[in-house]
């Protein structure tokens, strides 16, 4: 079996983190989650995660701020990132913080999965050449 991931969700909606912590533990995953800027980037200082789920619309600090300051601060470590939104904005900036997946909210839960599975196994192939 492969190795427990540690996954960041990042969503201020309590609702939102709840139900994705939920999904990504029945996968295997720790799940970490923070409901602000603040909180997450307190979460990478004590253990930077192997992926992060993040959504783009945050009240005051918004997920596009959280990203830029995440590499600013680890950019020697590359983290996949999956990013969350309803707006339509989502894939620019995606596109201009190299971020390797977007998913539309409302999104399906089996989307997600195919998603973080892909990632995490793509960069476990990384990690080992």
């Known amino acids: 079996m492969a190795e427990k991931k540690t ?7 309590p ?3 709840r139900m994705l912590e939920v999904l990504l533990e029945q996968d295997g995953h720790k799940v970490v989650a923070a409901g602000d800027v603040r909180s997450a980037l307190a979460q ?4 930077l995660p192997d ?10 600090e918004d997920g596009e701020m959280f ?9 020697h470590r590359e983290v996949p990132v999956v990013l969350l939104s309803a707006s339509t904005a989502r894939t620019d900036i995606a596109r201009r913080l190299e971020v390797e997946a977007t998913l539309a909210k409302p999104f399906f839960a089996e989307d997600l999965r195919e998603l973080v599975a892909s990632l995490t196994e793509d960069h476990e192939s990384v990690a080992a050449s």
């Open 7 to 13: 996954i960041l969700v990042l969503d201020d909606d």
């Open 15 to 17: 609702s939102v983190r």
């Open 44 to 47: 990478c200082a004590v253990q």
């Open 51 to 60: 992926l992060m789920v993040v959504d783009l619309m945050l009240p005051i």
């Open 67 to 75: 990203l830029r300051e995440f590499q600013r601060r680890w950019r």
